[in-house]
Protein backbone atom coordinates (compact mmCIF):
# COMPACT_ATOMS: atom_id res chain seq x y z
CA UNK A 1 0.00 0.00 0.00
CA UNK A 2 2.86 2.53 1.02
CA UNK A 3 4.72 1.87 -2.56
CA UNK A 4 1.34 2.72 -4.71
CA UNK A 5 1.05 5.92 -2.43
CA UNK A 6 5.11 6.32 -2.85
CA UNK A 7 4.38 5.84 -6.78
CA UNK A 8 1.27 8.27 -6.75
CA UNK A 9 3.18 11.17 -5.22
CA UNK A 10 6.25 10.22 -8.48
CA UNK A 11 3.62 10.83 -10.63
CA UNK A 12 2.23 13.89 -8.96
CA UNK A 13 5.18 15.43 -8.65
CA UNK A 14 6.11 14.66 -12.27
CA UNK A 15 3.33 16.31 -13.61
CA UNK A 16 3.36 19.65 -11.49
CA UNK A 17 6.99 19.94 -12.49
CA UNK A 18 5.82 19.52 -16.20
CA UNK A 19 3.59 21.67 -16.13
CA UNK A 20 5.94 24.44 -14.43
CA UNK A 21 8.64 23.64 -16.92
CA UNK A 22 6.14 24.50 -19.98
CA UNK A 23 4.69 27.47 -18.56
CA UNK A 24 8.03 28.94 -17.91
CA UNK A 25 9.58 28.05 -21.58
CA UNK A 26 6.47 29.46 -23.24
CA UNK A 27 7.11 32.17 -25.46
CA UNK A 28 7.88 35.76 -23.91
CA UNK A 29 4.55 37.16 -25.91
CA UNK A 30 1.12 36.15 -24.79
CA UNK A 31 -2.42 37.19 -25.98
CA UNK A 32 -5.30 35.62 -24.01
CA UNK A 33 -8.44 36.77 -25.48
CA UNK A 34 -11.33 37.26 -23.34
CA UNK A 35 -14.01 38.31 -25.91
CA UNK A 36 -16.75 36.24 -28.16
CA UNK A 37 -16.43 39.35 -30.48
CA UNK A 38 -19.87 40.13 -29.72
CA UNK A 39 -19.24 43.07 -28.08
CA UNK A 40 -15.21 43.74 -29.19
CA UNK A 41 -12.98 42.61 -32.53
CA UNK A 42 -10.40 41.60 -30.31
CA UNK A 43 -10.14 41.91 -26.18
CA UNK A 44 -7.70 40.09 -23.68
CA UNK A 45 -4.62 40.67 -22.08
CA UNK A 46 -1.23 41.15 -23.94
CA UNK A 47 1.85 40.50 -22.16
CA UNK A 48 5.49 41.73 -23.64
CA UNK A 49 8.48 40.14 -21.83
CA UNK A 50 12.35 41.04 -22.25
CA UNK A 51 13.58 37.73 -24.48
CA UNK A 52 17.43 36.67 -23.94
CA UNK A 53 18.70 39.16 -26.64
CA UNK A 54 17.17 42.01 -24.04
CA UNK A 55 14.46 43.13 -26.18
CA UNK A 56 10.90 43.22 -25.34
CA UNK A 57 8.50 40.96 -27.76
CA UNK A 58 6.41 42.18 -29.73
CA UNK A 59 2.81 40.71 -31.26
CA UNK A 60 1.04 41.47 -34.58
CA UNK A 61 -2.50 40.78 -35.28
CA UNK A 62 -4.17 41.04 -38.74
CA UNK A 63 -7.73 42.37 -38.71
CA UNK A 64 -10.03 41.43 -41.14
CA UNK A 65 -13.40 42.09 -39.93
CA UNK A 66 -16.70 42.27 -42.57
CA UNK A 67 -17.12 45.89 -43.01
CA UNK A 68 -13.73 47.33 -42.40
CA UNK A 69 -11.17 47.12 -44.47
CA UNK A 70 -7.62 44.85 -43.68
CA UNK A 71 -5.54 46.23 -40.82
CA UNK A 72 -2.50 45.29 -38.40
CA UNK A 73 -2.48 46.19 -34.85
CA UNK A 74 0.81 45.85 -33.35
CA UNK A 75 0.82 45.13 -29.38
CA UNK A 76 5.00 46.26 -28.56
CA UNK A 77 7.26 45.93 -28.07
CA UNK A 78 7.27 47.11 -24.11
CA UNK A 79 4.52 49.93 -24.46
CA UNK A 80 4.23 50.85 -27.91
CA UNK A 81 1.40 50.21 -30.05
CA UNK A 82 0.88 50.34 -33.97
CA UNK A 83 -2.18 50.43 -36.05
CA UNK A 84 -1.36 49.88 -39.98
CA UNK A 85 -4.02 50.08 -42.88
CA UNK A 86 -4.09 47.02 -45.05
CA UNK A 87 -1.54 44.01 -44.21
CA UNK A 88 1.86 43.50 -44.98
CA UNK A 89 4.84 40.99 -43.97
CA UNK A 90 7.42 43.11 -43.61
CA UNK A 91 7.59 44.93 -40.20
CA UNK A 92 6.69 48.28 -40.00
CA UNK A 93 8.77 51.32 -38.12
CA UNK A 94 5.90 52.12 -35.31
CA UNK A 95 7.34 55.81 -35.68
CA UNK A 96 6.70 56.26 -39.20
CA UNK A 97 4.20 58.34 -40.68
CA UNK A 98 1.78 55.13 -41.84
CA UNK A 99 1.13 54.81 -38.32
CA UNK A 100 -2.15 55.90 -37.23
CA UNK A 101 -2.05 56.02 -33.47
CA UNK A 102 -0.50 59.50 -32.36
CA UNK A 103 1.12 58.84 -29.50
CA UNK A 104 2.42 55.32 -30.35
CA UNK A 105 4.18 55.04 -27.13
CA UNK A 106 1.82 54.66 -23.96
CA UNK A 107 3.21 56.74 -20.93
CA UNK A 108 3.69 54.95 -17.78
CA UNK A 109 2.99 57.50 -14.60
CA UNK A 110 3.38 55.94 -10.73
CA UNK A 111 3.01 52.39 -12.13
CA UNK A 112 0.08 53.44 -14.20
CA UNK A 113 -0.88 54.06 -17.54
CA UNK A 114 -4.20 54.16 -20.13
CA UNK A 115 -4.43 55.37 -23.51
CA UNK A 116 -7.43 55.46 -26.11
CA UNK A 117 -7.58 55.90 -29.63
CA UNK A 118 -10.28 56.78 -31.86
CA UNK A 119 -9.27 55.83 -35.81
CA UNK A 120 -10.31 54.92 -38.94
CA UNK A 121 -13.52 53.26 -37.46
CA UNK A 122 -11.82 51.71 -34.50
CA UNK A 123 -11.60 52.27 -30.99
CA UNK A 124 -8.70 50.91 -29.06
CA UNK A 125 -8.10 50.86 -25.70
CA UNK A 126 -4.89 49.63 -23.81
CA UNK A 127 -4.74 49.41 -19.88
CA UNK A 128 -1.00 48.73 -18.00
CA UNK A 129 -2.13 45.95 -15.97
CA UNK A 130 0.73 44.49 -14.11
CA UNK A 131 3.05 41.68 -14.74
CA UNK A 132 3.67 38.21 -14.14
CA UNK A 133 7.33 38.67 -13.96
CA UNK A 134 9.60 41.36 -13.28
CA UNK A 135 10.46 41.36 -17.00
CA UNK A 136 7.39 41.48 -18.25
CA UNK A 137 4.83 44.04 -19.41
CA UNK A 138 1.29 43.10 -19.05
CA UNK A 139 -1.73 44.76 -20.99
CA UNK A 140 -5.44 44.59 -20.94
CA UNK A 141 -6.66 45.46 -24.92
CA UNK A 142 -9.90 46.39 -26.31
CA UNK A 143 -10.13 46.68 -30.23
CA UNK A 144 -14.14 47.77 -31.03
CA UNK A 145 -15.56 49.36 -33.81
CA UNK A 146 -15.89 52.92 -33.17
CA UNK A 147 -19.05 54.59 -31.89
CA UNK A 148 -20.51 57.05 -35.00
CA UNK A 149 -23.52 57.52 -32.97
CA UNK A 150 -21.67 60.22 -30.78
CA UNK A 151 -21.89 63.53 -31.66
CA UNK A 152 -19.38 66.54 -30.72
Request: proline share 3%; hydrophobic share 35%.
Amino acid sequence: MARRSAKRQWIAAIAVAGCLGIASIAQAQLFRPFSDHRTALLEGNWQSCREDDGQYAERVYDGKWAGLPPFELHMGPYHEFALYRGIQDDHRDHQSADNLLKPHTVEIRANAAKQSWDVDGLHLEVALSGGSREDCESWYVTLRRADTTVSH
